[in-house]
């Protein structure tokens, strides 16, 4: 009953903010306020924290609540002076679309259950600790802007927890979100978790929905058939493992994930948005809750829409469509750049950390690149939950039927032609990662083939559902034909057979697909495989450690294993936020180096003592994970496990044991008889400048 409540306060929070500055654009349409509603609450809630930091405030739920007042108000007022439309240009449906919609609406709302589901048994529940590296920074930064109120970009991620500098500008637009909803829930793992769920579960369906029916109505579909249709990409979409279970899965790669996940609501708001004040307004605000999200969001979106307006230039008046589109969305970016210019100035600083990543797989043949294209392969590491190498195959069935379908039809080109150029890059990268053309667009994301590859399930369930709905279409129009039937009956038919080929797939393949998908989940939460980062010991020495730790004092750490929960869970200011440390702060890596050598070394003696590191945490089994990235290479081999100046700790004797669990141990620092060694003379090898950029 918990999570239940949880998940309703994080969909509130995730939808309510976006659909108020909807409504108080005056938009009428269903689809945008299912479409972009979220990232719209993102930049809110990201504006927000800049005005707070601004005027000295704390950003939590009462400013938020309040900008979103302020918001309503203006709407009210911008409806009351509006001139008001005549009901006698009312729409009005006829019974067989209002009967389609609804069987739309069942089919996304069972797929969100579906996910919901799959999900949460994964987890065994929102309180779990989830262990996948990235989720390191995203439950610190959750807990960070919970605790303190700080959410600007130039706020974020703060190497010293103690005094909230220097920064490490972090995109947070997520995290603002998960804060408040952690707020309400009293634990910031808790909110996280939360709004994961939401993203996965309720925000990517309904995009792929909205992507869907416009799909189909660009294809003149009637209004029934493309909600069905956009149902049939609901139940597809929630069973893929691209990109919301593999993303969460290979690296907890949430941001990215949920930029992803609001990608086809918001490319259906700017093929579809009118060159108008509101339209634009909305728009911009959109793609700047997805930059605020995560930066890539930029690409993901650019890249798709100039492809979609590419491939809608072969139909009729195809020229003017594309010439339009430039004017409109031309003027969405420049709304959406001003408003992302703050988080953007302070992100981009560190772009080179980003562009230079080297890819994580090696080189492919062009035939085992194009297979992965179209066979929807399971993709991670060796050893993982899923069945390495092996494909979605009723996908790869849906997926190409969905070609010939429509290139039989001629329509939808801009969907084709979208899908088709990501599907280039991929091979493109897959045959020279990180070298070829295609690293201009691979390098901002990391060169991972994974964040890449994910592109193209963007728009497989709209081709998979568009398949289903235009062959059916065909077979309906044979139905006339028969003694017994009358012609109108061709559209109920068509409605009826749809939906029933939906619930075939979500009763037959959709079960499978889930529980490959709910062991993915647990592998990171509940029953985490293959290798542990947060175990129930490290558990029992944050239970130990936090109360004893003075006010002042810090905990030197090693981010690769539990300690940074000792912060999450309890708000003890750990050295190390980043498992290689902060580049940012010299200090942090300079001693997960060199701590064990401070009795030779004066310059790390005085960081302990300037710093008040009263106790140090240490896990003898960590994760191996890669080195790239390091601040100034300071790791002198690829993988990286245990930090070199966290072993053999119990031959210092100013360093004594003070708890042990297991593999973990906490150990107590003599400050004072660290400073008694700086009064004789130092010995040694030189002592380095931890200070310095070494």
């Not at 479409?35 to 938020?64: D, E, K, Q, R, W």
């Not at 009901?87 to 069987?103: F, I, M, N, Q, Y």
């Not at 290139?407 to 599907?423: D, I, K, Q, Y």
């Not at 790791?635 to 100013?654: D, I, K, Q, R, W």
Request: proline share 8%; net charge positive; aromatic share 8%.
């Amino acid at each position: 009953m918990e999570s239940l409540w949880v998940l309703a306060v994080a969909t509130l929070v995730l939808f309510a903010p976006g659909a108020i500055v909807l409504l108080a654009a005056r938009v009428r349409r269903v689809s945008w306020f299912a479409g972009v509603a979220p990232p719209i609450s993102c930049v809110i809630a990201s504006v927000t924290a800049m005005g707070c930091a601004l005027i000295g405030v704390p950003f939590g739920p009462g400013p938020l609540g309040l900008v979103v007042g302020l918001v309503a108000l203006i709407g009210v007022v911008v409806w009351w002076r509006s001139p008001r439309r005549s009901s006698t240009g009312h729409l009005r449906r006829r019974p067989v679309e209002v009967v389609g919609a609804a069987c739309g609406v069942v089919l996304v709302a069972a797929a969100i259950a579906a996910g919901m589901r799959s999900w949460l048994a994964g987890m065994g529940s929102l309180r779990t600790v989830p262990q996948e590296h990235d989720m390191v920074v995203h439950t610190m930064l959750t807990a960070f802007i919970e605790r303190t109120g700080r959410g600007a970009p130039w706020q974020l991620l703060p190497a010293d927890l103690l005094t909230g500098s220097p920064a490490q500008p972090y995109p947070a637009g997520l995290h603002l979100l998960s804060a408040t909803v952690a707020r309400f829930a009293g634990d910031a793992v808790v909110g996280l978790n939360a709004v994961a769920v939401v993203v996965c579960a309720v925000v990517w369906p309904v995009s792929v929905a909205t992507l869907t029916v416009l799909a189909a109505r660009r294809a003149r579909m009637g209004f029934g058939l493309a909600m069905v249709a956009g149902g049939m990409a609901a139940v597809v979409a929630i069973g893929l493992q691209q990109p919301m279970f593999l993303l969460n899965h290979v690296g907890g790669m949430l941001p990215n994930a949920t930029a992803l996940a609001m990608a086809p609501g918001i490319l259906t708001v700017l093929v579809t948005m009118r060159r108008a004040v509101a339209p634009v307004l909305v728009a911009g605000l959109a793609c700047a809750g997805a930059v605020a999200v995560h930066p890539s969001a930029g690409v993901t979106v650019g890249v798709s829409v100039v492809a979609w307006c590419a491939g809608e230039s072969f139909v009729r008046g195809g020229a003017s469509f594309a010439l339009d589109r430039v004017r409109a969305v031309g003027a969405a970016v420049v709304v959406a750049g001003v408003l992302s210019l703050p988080g953007l100035a302070a992100v981009l600083s560190q772009r080179a950390t980003v562009t230079t990543f080297p890819p994580e797989k090696p080189a492919e043949s062009v035939t085992q690149a194009v297979g992965r294209v179209f066979a929807v392969p399971y993709d991670g590491f060796p050893g993982d939950a899923v069945p390495f190498g092996t494909g979605q195959f009723a996908v790869m069935l849906l997926l190409l039927a969905g070609l010939v379908a429509i290139l039989v039809r001629g329509a939808p080109w801009g969907l084709v032609t979208t899908w088709g150029v990501w599907a280039v890059v991929v091979v493109a990268m897959y045959v020279s990662p990180g070298r070829g053309w295609e690293a201009g667009i691979t390098r901002y994301f990391y060169n991972a083939t994974f964040r890449i590859s994910s592109h193209l399930n963007l728009f497989v369930p709209v081709i998979a559902a568009l398949g289903v709905v235009f062959t059916a279409a065909v077979v309906v129009r044979r139905l006339p034909r028969l003694p017994l039937l009358r012609p109108s009956a061709g559209r109920w038919a068509a409605v009826a057979l749809v939906t029933a080929l939906a619930a075939v797939y979500a009763t037959t393949v959709l079960p499978g697909y889930l529980r490959i998908a709910q062991s993915t989940v647990a592998s990171r939460f509940s029953s985490p495989t293959p290798y542990v980062r947060v175990s129930p010991d490290d558990l029992a020495a944050i239970r130990w450690l936090a109360p004893r730790v003075l006010p002042g004092q810090r905990v030197l750490n090693s981010a690769n294993d539990g300690s940074t929960y000792l912060y999450v869970l309890g708000g003890v200011p750990v050295v190390n936020v980043l498992t290689l440390g902060a580049a940012a702060w010299p200090p942090s890596y300079a001693l997960l180096e060199d701590f064990n050598r401070y009795r030779t070394e004066r310059d790390i003696r005085r960081v302990l003592t300037d710093l008040e590191i009263a106790w140090v945490y240490v896990d003898t089994k960590t994760p191996t994970i890669s080195s790239a990235g390091a601040p100034d290479n300071w790791v002198s081999a690829p993988p990286y496990g245990l930090a070199p100046g966290l072993l053999n700790l119990e031959t210092l004797p100013e360093v004594r044991p003070a708890f042990r669990s297991g593999t973990v141990a906490v150990y107590s620092v003599d400050l004072n008889a660290i400073r008694a060694l700086d009064a004789g003379p130092p010995a040694g090898r030189p002592p380095v400048d931890v200070n310095s950029t070494r």
